[in-house]
């Protein structure tokens, strides 16, 4: 099935170049993208799997992230 897309000039730019070093079309480099989306049988209900993988000394929570911001949190 035929699909005509209207890309920007960056966004072709950089899906040729893409291509080219992979070495395929570009055609063929849509069709591996889109292959490698996730279907809705692979999703798990929008289950977020990151959730919770580090733990904090800190007894700090988001809700504290106005403030710390304030303090100077992330500025070197």
């Known amino acids: ?30 069709a591996q993208l889109i292959a490698g989306l996730p ?9 977020l799997g990151f959730i919770g993988l580090g733990s904090s000394t800190s007894s700090r929570r988001a809700r504290d992230a106005d403030e710390m911001l304030a303090e100077g949190f992330g500025r070197d």
């Open 1 to 30: 099935m035929p699909l005509t897309l209207e890309l920007h000039g960056d966004a072709l730019a950089r899906l040729r170049a893409e291509a080219d070093r992979r070495g395929v079309s570009i055609d063929d480099l849509v």
């Open 39 to 47: 279907n809705d049988a692979d999703r798990t209900g929008g289950d």
